[in-house]
């Protein structure tokens, strides 16, 4: 029998998901591109694997935000809009700390949502992680392909042959895959979500994440992706799993095993005074010849009135000021999107107040300390903030490869030398409209 399907809503849209089992740690499955909670517990393959799970853990499972049973929202997912689905799941399922498991695409969203809420993540477990793609002319047809001919029935019996010989023998297994791949996604979603994981460099955010990592990966595809995921974050673990298949991590039955003895090696670690953030720096363009022309009492009264729009343009996108030094702001998000909307609407609408301003915005790891915001990613954001024009929003290319699927466009500004930052940062501009 199916466990019972909730929804929680995050902005309107229902996120549908299962809590199974009461083991002494949560854990939380974020599947890849295609899951259906329905139908992955119809069959063998994953109904096996969520019971065996379930024996030892709390498990909470999901469909993604567009995929199986959750509501679609009306624009493809981004990472970051995933991983606020992910943070409204966990709170609902009444967890404050869970061990995450993501697979193949999904190790993208749980390694980001770790490195930004540390306090939430128990552990992290990763099922072939890659850090960026390789996009070649091959892997371009390859998306083409995948949107053209989605559901067809040879077009996933060649992708199973492609990423698990070993159920692609039987027929009943590739009838199986064909099906669920199509309850799972649809070809737009499917596209989309492959799409955007082509697009995604996490090479900046590994090394932020500081919670226990163990990295699994099975067959000669995933070996050196896996082991230069797990180079790049401290600590972390690598373990090889029986099998040759790329795909399919529910034809590792000893998963679990690995899990649990990894987690008892492990005491739940402390609240991590390193995070993942984005960084906002804003200032005002010509601000001494404003103070001149308008008088000191005036130009007070005109900064009063930038401040208050700004701070209310940070309560909105969930932005936290952090300083403001003179007619400057700086704030952190959680969400790199989120981050580059509020510089876009602070820019345009500040020139209702006769104004202009300047926008630079960088992610990357910080450290906190009774509620101030130190390390090398801050001095990287108040120098790309540095570099803009009038009314311009830049930011740095971990920025921009970490909203892969929002929507939001870019053009390049050329490499640039950061004062006091080593080597050279492509800038690029955020596009208005």
Not at 315 to 322: S, V
Not at 405 to 425: D, I, M, N, T
């Amino acid at each position: 029998m199916t466990p019972d399907i909730r929804y929680v809503k995050n902005g309107g849209v229902a996120i549908a998901y299962q809590v199974v089992g009461d083991g002494p740690s949560d854990l939380v499955f974020v599947p890849d591109y295609t899951s259906n909670l329905v139908y992955g517990w119809e069959h063998r393959y994953w109904r096996d694997f969520y019971e065996r799970l379930a024996q030892s853990f709390r498990l909470i499972v999901y469909d993604k935000r567009g995929t199986g049973l959750s509501d679609h929202g009306g624009q493809f997912p981004s990472l970051e809009t995933q991983m606020d689905d992910l943070r409204a799941v966990v709170a609902a399922a009444g967890s404050s700390a869970a061990v995450l498991l993501g697979a193949y695409d999904g190790c993208s969203m749980a390694a980001l949502y770790a490195a930004t809420f540390p306090e939430r993540t128990r552990a992290l477990v990763l099922f072939q992680p890659r850090a960026r793609a390789e996009v070649t002319d091959e892997l371009r047809e390859w998306l083409v392909e995948l949107r053209d001919r989605w559901g067809t029935i040879d077009f996933h019996h060649e992708q199973l042959a492609a990423i698990c010989p070993t159920l692609a023998q039987t027929q009943e297994a590739c009838d199986w895959f064909v099906n669920d791949r199509r309850v799972g996604a649809t070809p737009a979603v499917a596209y989309a979500l492959n799409l955007a994981w082509v697009q995604t460099d996490l090479r900046e955010v590994f090394p932020a994440i500081r919670v226990p990592t163990l990295v699994f990966h099975r067959g000669a595809r995933g070996h050196a992706d896996a082991l230069d995921v797990a180079a790049r974050i401290v600590g972390a673990r690598t373990t090889r799993l029986a099998g040759d298949d790329w795909w399919g991590i529910f034809l590792s039955p000893e998963l679990a095993d690995e899990v649990e003895q990894f987690l008892a090696g492990h005491e739940p670690p402390e609240v991590s005074e390193g995070v993942l953030a984005t960084l906002l720096f804003t200032d005002i363009v010509g601000s001494t010849s404003r103070t001149a022309e308008l008088g000191d009492q005036r130009w007070r009264e005109l900064l009063e009135r930038h401040h208050a729009l700004v701070r209310r343009e940070l309560a909105r996108f969930r932005g936290e000021e952090r300083d403001t030094a003179g007619d400057g702001f700086f704030a952190t998000f959680d969400g790199p999107a989120r981050a580059i909307r509020c510089a876009q609407v602070v820019t345009q609408r500040v020139r209702d107040l006769g104004l202009e301003i300047r926008a630079g915005l960088h992610t990357g790891e910080c450290e906190l300390h009774d509620g101030k915001v130190a390390g090398i990613a801050v001095s990287i954001g108040a120098r790309v903030a540095a570099e803009a024009s009038a009314g311009e929003v830049l930011v740095t290319s971990t920025v921009k490869d970490l909203v892969a699927g929002s929507g939001l466009a870019f053009e390049p500004r050329g490499e640039h030398e950061l004062k006091g930052v080593p080597g050279l940062w492509p800038i690029y501009a955020v596009r208005e409209g």
